[in-house]
């Protein structure tokens, strides 16, 4: 478990909650210090750390600068400019647009969309793996719910519509 605080991060073990490292702020990054756990400072920085590779991935796939950043600021770091992502472009393609649709709404709620995902592999700490969108037609605000079972939909659903109806009047 990684706790962050302004200018340094804690990193606990989750079940007896002991320190096991602490990292640095520096310039927008948590450095890990080798000092405070060996065995989790070697893992981090002496795991595939030469190429920027990893850090690309760890950092969700930023562009080249951050990257550059991190090797200039870590001689353990090697930036790799030939380097290329297969993830990145297909996160960049775009789809065709949907058809127009004739149907209009003139007030929130007149209209409510609702999506099931799930399950995923790695369910939320208290056991979801599913997940359910309700958005509303005319404001397009949305609502994310997390539900361990697709049967909850239902209870979930009818909580969110009773919600709706006493808090602005809507609904029969």
Same mark, same amino acid.
């Given at each position: 478990?990684?706790? #962050?605080?302004?200018?340094?991060? /804690? ?15 520096? *310039? ?48 353990? @770091? @090697?930036?790799?400019?030939?380097? @290329? ?24 709620? *007149?209209?409510?969309?609702?999506? @099931? ?23 397009? &605000? ?13 209870? /979930?659903?009818?909580? &969110? #519509? ?5 808090? &602005?009047?809507?609904?029969?």
């Amino acid at each position: 478990m990684v706790t #962050f605080y302004p200018d340094f991060c /804690i990193v606990q073990d989750m079940d007896p909650k002991r320190m096991i490292g602490m990292g640095k702020h520096f *310039d927008g990054l948590y450095y890990l210090t080798p000092g405070q756990n060996p065995y989790l400072a070697n893992h981090i920085y002496h795991t595939n750390h030469h190429t920027n590779k990893l850090w690309h991935r760890r950092l969700g796939h930023p562009s080249s600068a951050p990257l550059l950043s991190l090797a200039k600021n870590n001689v353990e @770091i @090697i930036f790799d400019s030939t380097h @290329i992502c297969d993830i990145c472009p297909l996160e960049k393609q775009t789809r065709l647009p949907f058809g127009r649709s004739e149907i209009k709404t003139s007030a929130p709620f *007149d209209l409510i969309h609702c999506d @099931i995902w799930g399950p995923h592999t790695h369910p939320t700490h208290f056991g979801a793996q599913y997940f359910l969108t309700i958005v509303d037609d005319y404001t397009h &605000f949305t609502w994310v719910q997390f539900i361990k079972f697709k049967c909850d939909r239902q209870s /979930i659903l009818k909580s &969110f #519509f009773s919600w709706v109806k006493t808090q &602005f009047q809507k609904g029969h």
